[in-house]
């Protein structure tokens, strides 16, 4: 089978804008088999078919089962990588990329310029006119080729675990997506489209031109942090225009498994709480650095002093929070 016949395989659609109904359907798929890893106790880092690294460390007190993908773009400093930190707490960790860097928030283009750029990043397949990505670059295909690679070169590492039973597709059930700046908001676009288990979204997500900038005060549900929605956006007020159509569409991932972090020095911070709250994210904005873990349950969090930086620039805690690791792996010492 060639490589853009797995991509379409595993995607089981045609060619939908991210602006538009959901693809798929159904729930979770659950695993067919133990993660099953034997290799020795350690931290096993490769290089992924698509010239990144992917990774597990076996010495967690406890392997969470769940694969994070971390999205990064081409030739840019935001790399999608393996993160030690969240090997250490038991994930399998693999960096993917984008190929095309979109320049989003053209709205000249319309409200679907950018979830058609993101969603053939993702599968490939043709969204509107977005049509630079090929099915065999798309980050569907990079996790199918790395999982079934190194499922092949490392059988003791259990990556085969997040692959369908006939190996030929993903369970994406068990991953999930994280990205910082622009991949905060590919990672929330992209669980619109599949079904993912968890969202972390860092300095993000935004895809629209509404937020009054940095915050000048602590999150007043009164006087929110993005300009008026009206018919004609001015330069104080917004529009529908100015905000990214796939923000308000159906997601396939249930809305409690998104969580956005950022930071209230972030010039995008208005933007990112608009889009939060278009979205329903659980809970209502809270400042974690007034208030301790884990944040009242809610998953819009904003921090004190933190400008548009990636979770390494956040308390631990935070991390242990928005990706759910297990109580096992909260303090590794390794």
């Not at 990774?55 to 969470?64: F, L, T, Y």
């Not at 908001?185 to 935004?206: E, T, W």
């Amino acid at each position: 089978m060639r490589l853009g016949d797995v991509a379409l395989a595993v995607l089981g659609l045609s060619a939908i804008a991210c602006s538009g109904s959901s693809a798929g359907g159904g729930g979770d798929l659950p695993p067919w088999r133990p993660l099953g890893i034997t290799a020795a106790p350690g931290e096993h880092v490769h290089p992924t078919p698509y010239g990144l690294n992917a990774g597990v460390d076996n010495r967690a007190a406890k392997m969470a089962a769940k694969l994070v993908l971390d999205i990064g773009v081409n030739a840019s400093v935001l790399i999608g990588q393996y993160r030690p930190e969240l090997g250490k707490r038991g994930f399998h960790v693999i960096g993917v990329q984008d190929w095309v860097d979109c320049a989003v928030d053209d709205w000249t283009q319309g409200r679907d310029w950018d979830g058609n750029c993101r969603l053939n990043n993702l599968d490939g397949l043709p969204h509107g006119d977005q049509n630079g990505v090929t099915p065999e670059k798309s980050i569907m295909n990079q996790v199918l080729q790395t999982l079934t690679a190194f499922e092949q070169l490392y059988p003791g590492e259990g990556w085969g675990y997040f692959l369908t039973q006939d190996g030929k597709g993903v369970r994406w059930s068990d991953t999930i997506l994280t990205g910082v700046s622009h991949c905060a908001q590919d990672s929330a676009c992209f669980a619109h489209q599949l079904r993912v288990g968890r969202v972390v979204a860092v300095a993000g997500p935004s895809d629209n031109t509404c937020g009054k900038g940095a915050a000048t005060a602590d999150y007043d549900p009164k006087d929110p942090p993005w300009w008026p929605i009206v018919d004609t956006c001015d330069a104080t007020h917004c529009c529908l225009g100015h905000i990214a159509s796939w923000i308000d569409a159906p997601s396939m991932t249930p809305i409690d498994r998104y969580w956005g972090v950022v930071g209230m020095v972030d010039t995008q911070f208005g933007a990112d709480m608009l889009s939060m709250e278009r979205m329903s994210f659980v809970g209502q904005p809270v400042n974690i650095t007034e208030v301790a873990p884990p944040y009242g349950g809610s998953h819009r969090l904003y921090a004190s002093g933190i400008g548009h930086v990636s979770l390494a620039g956040y308390p631990v805690e935070t991390l242990n929070v928005v990706f759910g690791v297990l109580p096992e792996n909260l303090n590794p010492t390794f």
